[in-house]
């Protein structure tokens, strides 16, 4: 599975992103991300994580090697979800600027939608930043609509 620029571009955009992992015994756990970034060919997605807020999230990945990420645009809930083999990669310089450059971004796209900053600032941290590596095996639309959970080569996206 790769994805394409169009798709790559949203993904990196100031959108809600959430991952979604589960336990050793089946429990599912959510944990949101505070940036993104695409590999140069399509096959990988990286989401950085606060291992300090979201530690259930980075066991997981440890645990299982699989995650779901949901990439949702907050002003007209545009959403694709992709789903593949995770796990920790080193947190770089470079996934640091991506978190530097995020935060402000979503914070001031959720204000302008009238959410207040003290609501949001609590799940917009990079404290004992991680970074979870996704190897893309499948991808879907989940905007609201007819096409919610259709994969994303049905629609050359």
């Known amino acids: 599975m790769h994805i394409d620029s169009d798709l790559a571009a949203f993904l990196t955009s100031p959108v809600m992103i959430i991952l979604g992992t ?3 015994h089946g429990s599912p756990d959510i944990g949101r991300g505070v940036g993104a970034r695409v590999d140069s060919s399509g096959a990988t997605v990286d989401v950085v994580v606060s291992g300090w807020q979201w530690p ?10 699989r995650a779901a990420v949901t990439f949702a645009r907050p002003s007209d809930y545009v959403t694709y979800q992709v789903k593949g083999r995770a796990h920790i990669v ?34 917009l941290t990079d404290r004992e930043a991680v970074l979870i590596r996704l190897g ?4 879907f639309v989940q905007t609201p609509g007819p096409k919610a959970g259709s994969p994303i080569a049905a629609h050359g996206c």
């Open 56 to 65: 259930g999230t980075v066991a997981n990945v440890r645990n299982s090697g």
């Open 90 to 123: 080193e947190y770089d310089a470079v996934a640091s600027a991506i978190c530097s450059r995020y935060i402000p971004k979503i914070t001031d796209v959720l204000c302008g939608l009238g959410l207040e900053q003290r609501l949001i600032a609590d799940w």
């Open 22 to 24: 589960c336990n050793a």
């Open 136 to 139: 893309l095996e499948t991808a």
